[in-house]
């Protein structure tokens, strides 16, 4: 149960984009798409951003979006604001029934 | 709307057991899987535990595996987590999390959590 491997830390100014990688097996983000990616704010409870690689939740703005390339999924976020400021962790399904999270990564808007 | 409300956190001596409860409301909690998911103080997200909509199958993270129980009411809408044998890098905020699915997959709400901390 290792878990996914995702940068400590990334970082862009407003307006810009950012991407942030996920990377697993093919016997959890290769093998399924059951990828999800939650941002949380200090203090806060995590909110899912993107759901089933590339799918977003209702309320979610349209600037955060997902995809899957072999054992990697990307989280990219379009039109950084300041609100976009907190930590990012992905999550995908396992073969052995089980749920695995990446370690999270800090974005730092400049 | 989704609601998940976790409670039953305390301070607890290592060796000692606790029993954590999350009350769902707002959708039918019969009809998806939930987990435990647990952060370390400045830590990561750990994922614990998941129960599939009906309890017929339960899963767990080898770090907890034979110490801990996920279990469910569905009649009372309500998760639990039994955790005996607690150490101290049990330490954390546990959170509950509804899956979209009957089994399991990834979480989508959260409830806010419940603090635990094992100490001496």
């Known amino acids: 149960q290792s878990a996914l491997t995702q940068p400590a830390s990334v970082s862009g100014s407003p307006g810009q984009s950012i991407t942030i990688s996920c990377t697993g097996t093919s016997s959890d983000v290769g093998g399924y798409n059951y990828v999800s990616w939650y941002q949380q704010h200090p203090g806060k409870a995590p909110k899912f951003m993107i759901y089933d690689v590339s799918n977003r939740p209702s309320g979610v703005s349209n600037r955060f979006s997902g995809s899957k390339s072999g054992n990697t999924a990307s989280l990219t976020i379009s039109g950084l604001q300041a609100e976009d400021e907190a930590d990012y962790y992905c999550s995908s399904y396992t073969s052995s029934g089980t749920t695995v999270f990446g370690g999270g990564t800090k974005l730092t808007v400049l | 709307q989704v609601q998940l409300v976790e409670s039953g956190g305390g301070v607890v001596q290592p060796g000692r057991s606790l029993r954590l409860s999350c009350a769902a409301s707002?959708?039918?909690?019969?009809?998806?899987?939930i987990h435990w998911v647990r952060q370390a103080p400045g830590k990561g997200l750990e994922w614990v535990a998941v129960i599939w909509y009906d309890g017929s199958n339960k899963y767990y993270a080898d770090s907890v595996k034979g110490r801990f129980t996920i279990s469910r009411d569905n009649s009372k809408n309500t998760l639990y987590l039994q955790m005996n044998s607690l150490r101290a890098d049990d330490t954390g905020m546990y959170y509950c999390?509804?899956?979209?699915?009957?089994?399991?997959?990834?979480?989508?709400?959260w409830g806010q959590g419940t603090l635990v901390a094992v100490s001496s």
């Open positions: 999390a509804r899956d979209p699915q009957l089994s399991s997959s990834c979480p989508d709400y």
């Open positions: 707002g959708f039918t909690f019969s009809n998806h899987g």
